[in-house]
């Protein structure tokens, strides 16, 4: 009798699990980051936020706010469309040791059958990592790191592309605007040509190339990598013309670039 009382006790705990797992993870969002609009966040971009409606609607895009960085998400894709974040030397100097936590959730905030699950990226053949867009080495403190880790901010991404070559990319941003006179505006984002491949039940979409977009807003200065999503080396950054003719992304609308990384 004792034993059985012991297994449904437990039956209800297994239960409940999800649900509480679910209130931790809605608590990390505050009242206006759930609010599906980029209002709570507008200063994380230079300029006005991107517009969703300039978005294709078979895309079903969203604007998901978190402390320290921007999304534009893809309900169609699963993945991000374009992550905006806002790095200074303020910023980068309270990141510098924070304390990774890897603990990748489904973001709770998007509507049911349209968001990665954990799944998606298990036992994968070959392997891909959950790539951050806004990398976890940019959060400032340790609330911004959890939010780092939701899959609305992961892209299935080469593990050798994730772990060395875009991680250098994402570490010389970090180092210019460490050193950088004022903000310094970063867009990142997957890219998705034809022959995309997808992983998982909910079939997310692999990019073919990811780019990443940065704006110098003192100077005005603007360059960006793009690269493909495989074992590669690094290339030189394109200027800001050159991103716009190869992606069609006008990510900085009408705000003035003077020049490239290198150049004036």
């Known amino acids: 009798m004792h034993l059985?009382?012991?297994?449904?006790?437990?039956?209800a705990l297994v239960c409940l699990a999800p649900v509480a797992q679910a209130r931790?993870?809605?608590?990390?969002?505050?009242?206006?980051?759930?609010?599906?609009?980029?209002?709570s966040c507008a200063d994380l971009f230079p300029a006005a936020p991107i517009n969703t409606a300039t978005v294709p609607a078979s895309l079903k895009p969203l604007a998901l706010c978190s402390?320290?960085?921007?999304?534009?998400?893809?309900?169609?894709?699963?993945?991000?469309?374009?992550?905006?974040?806002?790095?200074?030397?303020?910023?980068?100097?309270?990141?510098?040791?924070?304390?990774?936590?890897?603990?990748?959730?489904?973001d709770p905030r998007i509507?049911?059958?349209?968001?990665?699950?954990?799944?998606?990226?298990?036992?994968?053949?070959?392997?891909?990592?959950?790539?951050?867009?806004s990398p976890a080495a940019d959060a400032p403190n340790a609330h911004a790191m959890a939010q780092s880790f939701a899959l609305s901010n992961m892209v299935p991404q080469d593990p050798t592309n994730n772990r060395k070559i875009w991680s250098k990319v994402e570490a010389d941003v970090r180092k210019f605007a460490a050193r950088?006179?004022?903000?310094?505006?970063?867009?990142?984002?997957?890219?998705?040509?034809?022959?995309?491949?997808?992983?998982?039940?909910?079939?997310?979409?692999?990019?073919?190339?990811?780019?990443?977009?940065?704006?110098?807003a003192s100077s005005k200065r603007a360059w960006a990598y793009v690269l493909p999503n495989s074992e590669t080396r690094i290339q030189r950054p394109m200027d800001y013309d050159s991103f716009v003719k190869t992606t069609g992304l006008k990510l900085l609308g009408n705000l003035p670039v003077s020049g490239s990384i290198g150049r004036g």
Do not use: C, M
């Open 111 to 133: 509507p049911k059958g349209g968001s990665a699950q954990l799944s998606d990226y298990h036992a994968q053949h070959p392997a891909v990592d959950r790539g951050h867009q």
């Open 24 to 39: 931790n993870l809605s608590a990390l969002y505050s009242s206006d980051e759930k609010r599906l609009s980029f209002d």
């Open 4 to 11: 059985r009382i012991i297994a449904v006790a437990l039956s």
């Open 180 to 216: 950088a006179g004022g903000d310094v505006f970063v867009f990142t984002g997957p890219l998705f040509d034809a022959g995309y491949g997808t992983i998982g039940r909910n079939k997310v979409w692999v990019p073919t190339r990811l780019f990443k977009l940065v704006y110098d």
């Open 67 to 106: 402390d320290n960085f921007a999304v534009l998400y893809s309900q169609t894709s699963k993945t991000p469309l374009v992550v905006v974040e806002r790095l200074n030397a303020a910023v980068l100097k309270d990141a510098k040791g924070e304390e990774r936590t890897n603990q990748f959730y489904a």
